[in-house]
């Protein structure tokens, strides 16, 4: 079964959309991320993904202000990447995977979501402007067999694009990990493209 989960990205306490990661394509939607929310819970969304692209940049939560409002005034269940009931965290997963680890075991892996962005099957960190040498597959292999089932992967090159997502990308992994709760982001603009993800 598919569950929805819009996303919010942030720069600047405002609801944006950045083409593939650039942060200099980014389009401000609305001012107001806490009426987005609302708007979404009333249309009988259950789950919010935010996104703080200060923070991906900054390497720190920057718009707290925004997570706490949101999580206060909806009873949307939250994940962010640093924050609230889940987190997705993917950063940390390649350059410090001994705290990644620690954090799995703390807070067990029903909390945690590990973040794979990928472009040109290597994973991306930093808000996406760095490139590691981590190539998909045995990234995700690593850290399945550390007890992760959570990921949320998105390919960057179609991210924003309003193209279709990457369905072939996102049955490569299934294949791979028949068992993986797997969050597939990036590319939707209609409702053919969420039955393709179906």
């Keep these: 079964m598919i569950e929805l989960i819009p996303a919010i990205d942030i720069i600047d306490g405002k609801c944006v959309r950045l083409s593939q990661g650039d942060y200099n394509t980014q389009k401000v939607y609305n001012e107001n991320p806490v009426e987005v929310a609302k708007e979404f819970e009333a249309h009988g969304i259950h789950r919010l993904h935010i996104v703080d692209l200060d923070g991906a940049v900054s390497r720190h939560v920057v718009n707290y202000r925004v997570l706490d409002q949101i999580a206060s005034r909806t009873s949307l269940v939250i994940d962010f990447d640093n924050g609230a009931q889940m987190v997705t965290l993917g950063s940390v997963a390649v350059k410090n995977p001994g705290l990644f680890?620690?954090?799995?075991?703390?807070?067990?892996?029903?909390?945690?979501?590990?973040?794979?962005?990928?472009?040109?099957?290597?994973i991306s960190v930093n808000g996406w402007k760095e490139e590691s040498q981590q190539q998909l597959i045995p990234f995700l292999k690593d850290y399945t067999k550390e007890g992760v089932f959570k990921v949320l992967c998105t390919d960057i090159s179609r991210d924003g694009m309003l193209q279709g997502p990457s369905v072939e990308l996102y049955q490569q992994i299934l294949k791979e990990f028949p068992n993986m709760h797997l969050i597939a982001s990036g590319g939707v603009s209609c409702i053919q493209d969420i039955i393709d993800l179906e």
């Design 101 to 122: 680890k620690k954090w799995l075991e703390q807070y067990g892996n029903e909390k945690i979501i590990l973040g794979a962005d990928v472009k040109e099957n290597k």
